[in-house]
């Protein structure tokens, strides 16, 4: 069916009738184009929503002490929950199957000054496993480690803005003593992070030596831990479950108090967003297809057009012996070959626009819009089917055409 | 080689139906040239496209070469159009966008021929019909005549058993019409079978034989004296 012969026949046709080819070919052309933009723009979208929660990892609980809102084994409501360090050690114990890493996090804000400069910044006061919890990426030094724990070193490591803001451009704060809320604290690293400016402008200490400056306490503002990938989605939500019940019980809130303690689990967070983004992506889909269908419509129409031009030749090929198949065939693959050649085409352009926007558009929550191999060849799958539906309705009708009817001279 | 026997075709139109062959007999030898005349509506014409599976006919045989053509589908009708007939029309038909050379050649694909063969066959009769210095011109580019001269050697390049032509010289003035006829007497003494649908007198006397339809039925089947056409050219 695709012999050379037939090649030739449809170059020739084409070549010799460039407009007609150039009508049918730029509406496909176009609603490819649009197609690609506008799912490159659905993926910039779904980009941007990865981009705001995958900074921080997404197999973690958040656990914030409440107040309660129900009396309970004789303790009145309204009594302040506050987290101690052996909620720490008993949270490893209990549910050393599911956890992967545990820290806590002290979090306040505080002046911090350097050689007349100053500022005020938060300050973290978390374990060792928080750099994974934020993915925070060393620059250079390290992070806190056990050791510093243990010793409730004052060492502390500060954000890349920190270093900018207090040092300024081209000098480096390791090993350079910053006064934080009255004392001196050695700066052991510098971290940067994907979360954006504010997130640059922490500042991480051991836990252990915030609670020695605050009068040697072992109270906990907040817990961070993290749950195993292998346990999965499911498992999550019975650690969630789980790991209430058992801090309800240990702090004495009702079991069914919903302000005494609060879990955020990100994984529930990041799926309802993910959700929201492929349901965008969906819409997107739909328009983007519609604006297919509309393109294939339009080639359609030129197909029988086309075809009533041509009424006369087909007749005359007819009667020298060409056969229905053979004309649906030649119908078909000059459909086929113009949907495919202007598709691509469209897609080229489209791919083209979607790195020329690149993330210029990033205050609309477009991040890198662009689209991805499958999509492509999905694209030329359905470029090849949506070429032969068009064709083919005009080609059925092309080799019905009797030839005395196509020959009778008008 | 052609053999009719009380072939009947009529035409429904709407409610009516319209009787146009009413039991046509009539046969044609190899190397005979006919001309078949009738004022219009005499079903010269419908006669013609049967004889040329380009229609079907109602009750009858009509056998071509030993080939009863009866209830062909349209695949086996183009195969043997393709095959056993060349056609000639009042205008031509040629396709515009394909010069004289690619027109001549087009029932040569349809036989699956190759291209180079193509080519070759196809510039071999353009030259029997005085046009290879044409051969790469477009018909746009060429007079009524040529056109219809290239028409003449497409119906002759797939090399058919008979060649039909369909008021061959109804487009032209009376000069260009003996040089086509000259030609067409050319090709019959070399042995092709040609029926002719004419109603111009001195075009049928250039025949051999001249059958006479009229409202559907033959009413004269003469032979005549030919008239040789290269005598006015």
Known sequence: ?410 | MIEIKNLHKSYRMGSNSLHVLKGINFSVKEGELVAIMGSSGSGKSTLLNILGMLDGYDSGEYTLDGVLIKNLNETKAANYRNKFLGFIFQSFNLINYKSAWENVALPLYYQKVNRKDRRQKAIKYLEVVGLKPWADHLPSELSGGQKQRVAIARAMAAEPKVLLADEPTGALDSKTSYEVMDLIQQINDEGKTILVVTHEEDIAEMCKRVVHLKDGVIVEDRVVNQVRASQYV
């Not at chain 1, 496909?28 to 933009?37: H, M, P």
């Not at chain 1, 704060?173 to 009255?182: E, H, P, S, T, V």
């Not at chain 1, 999550?236 to 702090?251: C, G, P, R, V, Y």
């Open chain 1, 1 to 410: 069916m695709f012999s050379r012969d037939r090649w030739q026949e449809i170059f020739d046709t084409i070549r010799k009738n460039k407009l007609r080819t150039f009508l049918s070919g730029f509406t496909v052309a176009l609603g490819i184009l649009i197609f690609t933009v506008l799912f490159g723009m659905g993926n910039g979208l779904k980009n941007s929503f990865n981009e705001f929660f995958m900074d921080d990892a997404t197999n973690t609980l958040s656990l914030f002490p409440g107040t309660t809102s129900k009396p309970y084994r004789g303790f009145k409501s309204g009594r302040r929950i506050q987290f101690k360090n052996d909620d720490l050690t008993d949270i490893k114990r209990e549910f050393a199957f599911y956890l992967d890493y545990i820290t806590p996090r002290i979090t306040r804000s505080a002046t911090v000054k350097y050689h007349g400069e100053s500022n005020d910044y938060t300050t973290r006061a978390v374990g060792p496993a928080h750099q994974f919890a934020e993915k925070t990426i060393i620059m250079k030094g390290r992070y806190i480690n056990e050791n510093d724990i243990d010793n409730k070193a004052k060492n502390v490591v500060i954000g890349r803005l920190v270093e900018l803001d207090l040092f300024g451009k081209g000098s480096s704060a390791l090993g350079k003593y910053i006064d934080i809320g009255g004392s001196a604290f050695r700066v052991i690293g510098v971290f940067q992070d994907d979360g954006g400016d504010n997130e640059e402008r922490y500042i991480y200490m051991p836990y252990t030596t915030r609670q020695l400056i605050e009068k040697n306490t072992d109270n906990i503002d907040q817990i961070i831990l993290a749950y195993r990938l292998a346990v999965g989605y499911a498992g999550a939500m019975k650690l969630d479950q789980e790991l209430t019940k058992f801090l309800k019980d240990k702090h004495d809130i009702a079991p069914d108090d919903q302000n005494g303690l609060f879990v955020r689990n990100m994984a529930e967070i990041v799926k309802q967003n993910m959700g929201f983004a492929n349901i965008i992506q969906i819409v997107v889909l739909f328009v983007g297809i519609g604006t297919l269908i509309a393109g294939i419509i339009g080639i359609s129409n030129i197909m029988v057009f086309v075809v009533k031009e041509r009424t006369k030749e087909l007749g005359i090929r007819k009667a020298l012996g060409a056969t229905p198949k053979a004309v649906i065939g030649l119908v078909l693959h000059e459909s086929i070959f113009i949907t495919m050649v202007a598709g691509y085409i469209g897609l080229i352009l489209g791919i083209v626009a979607l790195n020329l926007i690149g993330n210029n558009l990033k205050d609309y929550f477009i991040s890198n819009p662009s689209v991805g191999f499958g999509t492509m060849l999905g694209a030329t799958g359905i470029l090849i089917l949506f070429g032969a539906v068009a064709g083919y309705i005009p080609a059925r009708r092309a080799a019905m055409i009797k030839p005395i009817i196509a020959l009778r001279d008008e």
